[in-house]
């Protein structure tokens, strides 16, 4: 069973950085392209940013396009995602999720297309 863990979370100011973090320890990482997602309370969930299973093809929802930057390390196991110039319309629960895919193409932000998902880190964007 794959496991997906997400670090990274916590609270900062509006405009401020923070960088998540979606570890999959002990399974065959670049076979899945990831998706980060996001959901808000009373809000349904949003696709925020996806990379392919070697990173050359990144997708990102247009509420984040030039602030949030996604990245991967398959020697690692882990995908990145770099936030900066944080909202308060980014304070959510922040999940990673993995698809599998062994081709080069943009993966796409929807949800049902990930098998595998974390339990989510929290980020919270306030003054």
């Known amino acids: 069973q794959l496991q997906l863990v997400e670090s990274g979370g916590g609270s900062v100011q509006p405009g401020g950085s923070l960088r998540l973090s979606c570890a999959a320890p002990?399974?065959?990482?670049?076979?899945?392209?990831i998706g980060w997602f996001r959901q808000a309370p009373g809000k349904e969930r949003e696709g925020v940013a996806s990379?392919?299973?070697?990173?050359?093809?990144?997708v990102y929802a247009d509420s984040v396009k030039g602030r949030f930057t996604i990245t991967r390390d398959n020697a690692k196991n882990r995908v990145y995602l770099q936030m900066v110039n944080l909202k308060a319309a980014d304070s959510a629960l922040y999940y990673c999720?993995?698809?599998?895919?062994?081709?080069?193409?943009?993966?796409?932000?929807?949800?049902?297309?990930?098998?595998?998902w974390g339990q989510g880190t929290q980020v919270t964007v306030s003054s």
């Open positions: 002990g399974f065959t990482f670049e076979d899945y392209a």
């Open positions: 990379i392919s299973s070697l990173g050359g093809k990144k």
């Open positions: 999720a993995a698809g599998f895919s062994t081709t080069e193409t943009p993966y796409p932000l929807i949800g049902s297309e990930y098998a595998y």
